[in-house]
């Protein structure tokens, strides 16, 4: 994985990353994911980094801890990584989205055909 030095913290960015392991449905909900040890070795990092993510998508009710056992996806945890990602994109990334589009005087109708097209090719 490629960390973006001068973007968020790199413990974020991996928060990232797993988002969207649930997102994608790789890791389902009340399923066993990966330890801290192994996320670590995959990602290239420092297991306490790894660690640190876990924490975050703890506080944010997206994973939960068994000890002894491991980490699972919370019940719920895909619809909470959903919402949290929506606010997110609509925060951060929507609005330099938005300056393009007026710049290049695209309209969301503009949009629709190759969303069209990316949906169909993404199958």
């Known amino acids: 994985m490629q960390f973006q030095h001068n973007g968020p913290a790199i413990y974020l960015q991996i928060a990232d990353y797993l988002l969207e392991k649930i997102l994608s449905g790789e890791w389902p909900e009340e399923e066993k994911i990966p330890s801290v040890r192994d996320t670590a070795l995959v990602l290239e990092v420092n297991p ?37 990602r929506q606010q997110e994109f609509l925060a951060n990334e929507a609005p330099t989205l938005f300056r393009l589009m007026n710049m290049l005087q695209l309209t969301p109708a503009d949009l629709a055909k190759p969303f069209e097209t990316f949906l169909k090719n993404k199958k």
Not at 62 to 80: A, L, M, N, P
């Open 48 to 84: 306490n980094t790894v660690m640190r993510s876990y924490d975050w998508l703890k506080q944010q009710a997206i994973i939960i801890d068994k000890r002894g056992v491991g980490f699972f996806v919370c019940k719920d945890g895909q619809k909470t990584a959903l919402k949290f």
